[in-house]
């Protein structure tokens, strides 16, 4: 069980840089926007009026 | 053709049917050239899906504005400088757009820059409604990029650097990172605590014990120290305030708890409470962020108020006249406002005469005159001739600025009925913690052993949270649910008044009708022309004019093209039609119309058609009832209110429009005292009075109502009078408020009975020791989230009464 003196800090470093990633996102205003990336996905970005003068 | 009549694209009444897109294989009614240009633009880039995406609009919004030549100037050097940080050619502009309503707004905007030449990045945001763009500045300059956004029909308005963080996305992102630290911090501390439980049953080493011990403190130690920071200085301030609220308890739970555990851990105690400290405030953190979340949805209003200012404007030097930003303005500059211009900023008008529209500030809808030396206001709308204003303050410093930071700062006070609840809730805190001293003192006798782990248990299982959060959670969802059907709630407490009404009453002008002039009768005075034709004729003439009266004109479709139109000020206007001079004015201005002034004593507005020689037409304009003015007090009548009209107009106008909604109890010609002193009698009888209405003259009645709702054109003193203020054109809101009022104390009451319930029941358990610090700390969770779920159910509420609102 001695490896556990191992892992845990290790995973306490993961963790560790977890946090100070998810900070950096947040400081760079990633997290600002809860609403839209929601619905974003239902939206085609891709249609132009040269493939489908129509639409 | 559609059967529909609103505009497909702004949702504006059509009244001309020339104009039609096919959109969709189907051809689609809109109101005018301009959005039509604007269904367009958006159907041959491809993006006619915006139609099927967005919410139904609000009538008007994204109705294109007519002047584009604007945003030339913000091409210039200068402005990228002052709008924008750039390095050679990479710039970065923050721009508020206003008239966004929702997420398929924020997609039509980015999927439009990010297919123009020069953009590479394009970011709406459509809870701030800001758009952070990157672009090349020597491809694409900004007032391009403000061009295309006003094209979509949107109302852009770009922002200094400094002012791009709004405070509400420092609070959110605050309170993410806690919210995070809580959750992972939860997640850590909980593995451990696992494996210390397991090994109180399988057996442990004392090392491995001290070791995972030691790992949950130190992962513990954030979530104390950062998390939960905000609970410990919260029951600082209520300590100093003497208004303790529930943060004291949980403080000294999350205190006592970790105090111990350190201890523990450290000097080999009997156990450890990390795993119940994390959860405590892991859950404790997710309702303080579902709460702002719900606060943040509000409408940002003072962006709002400040999108009425103009964007640039002529600025007059020694050097001549310059355009500038509105924003770059400093006191002391000397300015030009054309005719039908909005005034950006307060000042004094050093040269020209003119008639301004101060609706906007003061209620007052008749134009007022202004002469050199008099002063003029940001928000107020130049009428008649161009005039020279001599700066005196600007921005935020403005009247118009000032009553924005009032309402800002009304929007962030607590309501007065939820600070009632925290005070009974400080009271049942100093029950709970002369409850926690007495079980201490009875274990620390009896069995000294437990007596830590008990009181902590006690402590935390009696937590107030559910009974504290019962009312804010249920307001909260409210207000949010409040501000989707465009209501916005600026005193929580209303929620509560509003519920129990008995009774609505009802100003006249500006609430019950439109405060819009329109022309009820056209009388011809000469034989040989008929109504219509004259109507028309007048229309054509008044077509370009800006004053108020002349509005009532403009929703009149004329063949006639006006040519040589001369505007005398405070008189009226001349101008040809079909080659002949017409004057077109009060009956002073229009030769021989005296004797028919009066003839027609009556003191609704009349306007005077005539030629040179005689009068032809004359014209009468009043206020007419809202749409759904009748179908509301029909639905008002059948929910059991009582209804009433006071309104401070002459008795003919007020007893023509009761007549005509069926309002039998009606009082006309009243001061604002005596409306007051109405209202006083009625609350004597034990009504509940909501009273609606919108001028300065309602303020006092807005303010001593139990509820008031004022509609958002209001007079701003209307406005901060008032407790809920609706938005768009329609009476249908004032139902909408009261059903979910109706709801929200429903909610409130089961959520307090939950509360009750479950902190009566656990507290005997806890007293009696059968309750481990864990459970509680679930217990007091769970109930806490019941409670917010419960609120939440509000979120989806008041659907039905759409029917009304729609």
């Known amino acids: 069980m001695s490896i556990l003196y191992v892992l845990i800090p290790l995973a306490l470093v993961v963790l560790g840089i977890a946090v100070w990633a998810f900070f950096w996102a947040v400081g760079n205003g990633q997290f600002d926007d809860l609403d839209t990336p929601a619905t974003r996905i239902l939206l085609d970005d891709d249609t132009r009026p040269a493939d489908d003068p129509e639409e | 053709m559609n059967d529909d009549t609103a505009c497909f694209h702004c949702a504006l009444p059509v009244i001309d049917q020339r104009y039609t897109v096919d959109i969709d294989g189907e051809p689609r009614a809109v109101c005018c050239p301009g959005c039509k240009a604007v269904a367009e633009l958006i159907r041959d880039s491809g993006m006619s899906r915006y139609y099927a995406l967005r919410e139904a609009p609000e009538p008007g919004v994204g109705k294109p504005e007519e002047d584009a030549g604007e945003w030339e100037v913000f091409n210039r050097r200068d402005m990228l400088d002052a ?220 962006v709002a108020l400040s999108s009425i200012l103009p964007n640039t404007v002529i600025r007059v030097d020694d050097a001549g006249e310059t355009t500038v930003a509105a924003n770059q ?42 002469a050199p030396g008099d002063t003029v206001f940001a928000g107020s709308v130049n009428l008649d001739q161009q005039v020279l204003v001599r700066v005196q303050s600007t921005g935020v410093d403005t009247t118009l600025g000032t009553i924005g930071r009032l309402s800002e700062r009304a929007r962030y006070a607590r309501p007065a009925f939820v600070r009632l609840a925290d005070r009974v809730a400080s009271y049942i805190v100093v029950a709970i913690l002369v409850i926690a001293a007495f079980v201490a003192a009875a274990w620390g006798y009896y069995m000294p052993e437990r007596a830590f782990e008990v009181t902590l248990s006690v402590l935390v299982v009696t937590c107030p949270c559910a009974l504290a959060l019962a009312t804010p959670a249920a307001f909260a969802a409210a207000g949010s649910r409040m501000a989707e059907l465009r209501l916005l709630v600026t005193n929580g407490d209303a929620v509560e008044s509003i519920s129990r009404a008995t009774h609505v009453a009802f100003d006249k002008t500006g609430t019950l009708t439109r405060g819009e002039p329109v022309i009820v009768e056209t009388r011809p005075l000469a034989e040989d022309q008929s109504a219509a034709d004259l109507l028309e004729i007048a229309a054509a003439l008044e077509s370009a004019s800006t004053h108020p009266l002349a509005r009532a004109f403009h929703a009149v479709d004329t063949p006639y093209r006006p040519e040589q139109v001369e505007t005398h000020v405070g008189a009226g206007l001349t101008g040809s039609v079909n080659g002949k001079r017409y004057r077109l004015g009060s009956a002073d201005f229009v030769p021989g119309a005296g004797r028919y002034a009066a003839e027609l004593a009556d003191d609704r507005p009349t306007i005077y058609l005539g030629d040179d020689d005689r009068p032809l037409a004359v014209f009468v304009v009043d206020d007419a009832p809202r749409e759904d003015a009748a179908a509301t007090l029909d639905t008002l009548r059948r929910m059991g209110l009582g209804i009433s009209l006071m309104s401070g107009d002459r008795e003919a106008a007020v007893s023509r429009l009761a007549g005509e909604l069926g309002i039998g109890d009606y009082a006309a010609e009243c001061t604002p005292q005596g409306k007051l002193d109405r209202l006083a009698a009625r609350q004597q009888a034990g009504e509940v009075i909501i009273m609606v209405g919108d001028g300065i003259n309602d303020a006092p009645v807005l303010a001593g109502a139990d509820a008031s709702i004022a509609p958002a054109h209001s007079a701003l003193l209307a406005q901060t009078s008032a407790d809920v203020i609706m938005l768009g054109d329609r009476l249908g809101p004032v139902v909408t408020a009261i059903e979910l009022s109706r709801k929200t104390l429903r909610i409130v009451r089961q959520n307090l009975a939950w509360a009750i319930l479950y902190n009566a029941s656990a507290l005997p358990l806890a007293i009696a020791g059968y309750v481990p610090p864990w459970l509680a700390a679930i217990g007091m969770s769970a109930s806490s989230l019941i409670v917010v779920l419960n609120a939440l159910r509000l979120s989806r509420a008041g659907n039905d009464s759409r029917v009304i609102t729609a």
Request: hydrophobic residues 45%.
């Open chain 2, 83 to 302: 709008f924008a940080a750039s390095d050679a050619d990479r710039a970065e502009a923050t721009i508020y757009v206003g008239g966004m309503y929702c997420a398929a707004c924020s997609w039509l905007i980015e999927t439009t820059l990010k297919g123009t030449a020069g953009v590479a990045e394009a970011d709406v945001n459509p809870v701030t409604h800001r758009l952070r763009v990157v672009f090349d500045s020597t491809v694409i300059g900004l007032g391009t990029l403000l061009a295309t956004l006003s094209q979509l029909g949107y109302y852009p308005q770009p922002l200094a650097p400094d002012s791009t963080a709004a405070p509400e996305v420092q609070e959110q992102r605050a309170a993410l990172k806690r919210l995070l630290v809580a959750s992972l911090g939860m997640m850590q501390v909980m593995m451990f605590a696992v494996a210390l439980y397991a090994g109180e049953f399988q057996g442990i080493s004392a090392d491995m014990e001290r070791f995972l011990r030691l790992v949950s403190f130190f992962v513990t130690t954030p979530v104390v120290f950062y998390s939960a920071r905000p609970f410990f200085a919260s029951a600082v301030r209520g300590i100093r305030t003497r208004h303790p609220g529930m943060d004291l308890p949980v403080s000294i739970a999350i205190g006592a708890a970790y105090t111990a555990s350190v201890w523990s851990t450290f000097y080999d105690g009997p156990a450890v409470w990390f795993d119940s400290v994390t959860m405590f405030v892991f859950f404790l953190t997710v309702g303080r962020f579902l709460e702002m979340r719900a606060r943040h949805r509000s409408i940002d209003r003072s």
């Open chain 2, 329 to 370: 303005l400093v006191a002391g500059d000397v300015i030009r406002i054309r005719a039908g211009e909005p005034i950006p900023a307060d000042g004094e008008l050093v040269d020209g005469t003119t008639s301004v529209d101060e609706a906007l500030l003061s209620g007052e809808s008749r134009p007022q005159a202004k």
